[in-house]
């Protein structure tokens, strides 16, 4: 049997990317268009980024929990840019019980209003707060162009949510939350992401601004990976979230929120894979390492496999995921090419004359060929193993940067934007105007996608113009192709 491998990246990207999430069983599509079945591997590659987000929201003082899916038409026609923004990807319910709603319930969106409506009741003085809440759901936005984990009509995510007594205090949540993500993105996806605020355009509705973490993916396109938005007074005046000062006066809260979804499967697959399949950072990976036995007769088998029973014992009690790959009538060279096309970080093959030895023999998907593969005694194992994964991981988080760093250019004129985004990201001098934005996207198919924070600050906009209209320039941002 042959394994049948994915199209390679360098020849379709497009085909390569659904190759790798429907071969390496990550996801399929489901049979109501824009939605997607995600399969056991998948969810757990997915459960490794909650907790890793999970661990960081708790340590920063936010608590779990859960608001409702069906949402009052009315609540979300509360805030007016609100509605304008989403009324167009709104599923919405009419009929429940064999009967017409006396008011129709939208599928939520995002809950910013429910959540709203929730801490208008919640809070009452400043000792309440802040209030710091994170949810993790569903969602429903209606897609018209569904790519798995990219963009589907329903997904999975976080959203947290938060009421602050100042603006300040807000501001810094906001804040607080993209370094959180910056600082998961590249510490456990290994993706190097670069912070920064959305265009006026872009920001998030109802939102005073809106930050983002965009990740450079293998063709160099961006992915918007996480937001966090400063809501200002918008949601609070809405939905009358108020709180009794110090001086016992009635004011408004400052409220933010943030997100990130099952993107983040979709932008680890990109950022990290090659022609051969996933390649998967260890801290994100369901199963770190793989272990292939080696034998032909049963004597063999029983040797190998006892074997390879106290070494799965000494690597789980170490913490490591592990996984033997049992299979019997598939050769070795099979499963070697199935778990290297499914991204896990270490192979290690176990043959009778290994077992003599005392040894096994590991490969790093990291390292293709010779240079990846090595002996190591079973007795160093406990302590080698976990050095070895977190080498991996610091080794992708290096090779991504470097792409990511290789692919970063300064434009001084619209006709190097044009050159750069066919093969990077440009940094320009831009105007923040929708108009200047959506003639670059006509043009060169590249959109805004942030002013980042870094090279912001040591520049002063004086008399910089946008090099593309001419208007006066609000700050450096980056354009490029985009999922
Ligand atoms: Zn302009």
Request: charged letters at 25%; aromatic letters at 10%.
């Amino acid at each position: 049997m042959e394994v049948q491998g994915v199209t390679p990246r360098s020849e379709d990207y497009s085909r390569w990317y659904t190759d790798v999430v429907k071969m390496a069983d990550l996801a399929d599509y489901a049979p109501v268009r824009g939605c997607m079945i995600i399969k056991p591997y998948g969810y757990e590659l997915w459960e490794n980024i909650k907790s890793g987000l999970d661990r960081r929201f708790k340590a920063t003082g936010h608590q779990n929990a859960y608001f409702p899916l069906f949402i009052p038409m009315s609540f979300i026609e509360k805030e007016s840019e609100h509605i304008e923004g989403f009324a167009p990807e709104l599923a919405v319910v009419t009929h429940g019980g064999g009967k017409k709603l006396d008011e129709p319930l939208a599928v939520r969106p995002t809950s910013e209003t429910m959540i709203g409506y929730a801490f208008a009741q919640w809070i009452n003085s400043y000792r309440d707060l802040p209030l710091l809440i994170n949810q993790w759901a569903n969602v429903v936005r209606w897609e018209m162009r569904p790519r798995l984990f990219l963009r589907t009509t329903e997904f999975l995510w976080q959203e947290g949510h938060t009421a602050h007594a100042t603006a300040d205090e807000a501001k810094e949540e906001t804040m607080r939350m993209l370094e959180t993500y910056a600082d998961f993105a590249a510490n456990d996806a290994a993706i190097p992401v670069i912070a920064g605020e959305k265009s006026a355009s872009e920001k998030f509705a109802g939102a005073e601004k809106s930050f983002t973490i965009e990740a450079m993916m293998g063709n160099t396109w961006a992915l918007q990976s996480g937001t966090s938005h400063y809501l200002g007074r918008n949601f609070a005046r809405a939905f009358d979230i108020k709180f009794l000062n110090e001086e016992n006066e009635l004011e408004y809260c400052h409220t933010t929120s943030w997100g990130v979804s099952t993107r983040m499967v979709g932008g680890i697959v990109m950022a990290h894979g090659d022609d051969k399949g996933l390649r998967l950072p260890p801290r994100m990976a369901p199963i770190q390492v793989v272990i292939v036995p080696i034998w032909r007769t049963d004597d063999q088998k029983d040797l190998v496999m006892g074997a390879i029973e106290g070494v799965n014992r000494t690597l789980t009690d170490a913490g490591v995921r592990v996984h033997v790959d049992r299979r019997e009538g598939i050769t070795p060279g099979f499963k070697f090419n199935d778990w290297e096309m499914r991204g896990v970080p270490v192979r290690m093959e176990v043959g009778p004359r290994d077992v003599e030895s005392g040894t096994v023999v590991i490969a790093r998907r990291d390292v293709p060929g010779k240079d990846g593969k090595r002996t190591l005694s079973q007795q160093e194992l406990e302590v080698a193993i976990p050095q070895l994964l977190v080498e991996i991981q610091d080794h992708m988080l290096a090779q991504a940067t470097e792409f990511r760093d290789a692919h970063l250019h300064r434009a001084g004129s619209y006709d190097e934007l044009k050159d750069i985004v066919k093969d990077g990201w440009a940094l320009i001098p831009h105007c923040n105007t929708k108009e200047c934005e959506e003639k670059i996207k006509s043009e060169t198919k590249a959109s805004s996608r942030c002013y980042p924070l870094e090279e912001n600050k040591g520049w002063n906009a004086g008399e910089a113009t946008c090099p593309v209209c001419g208007k006066p320039a609000a700050g450096l941002a980056y354009f490029s192709r985009a999922y």
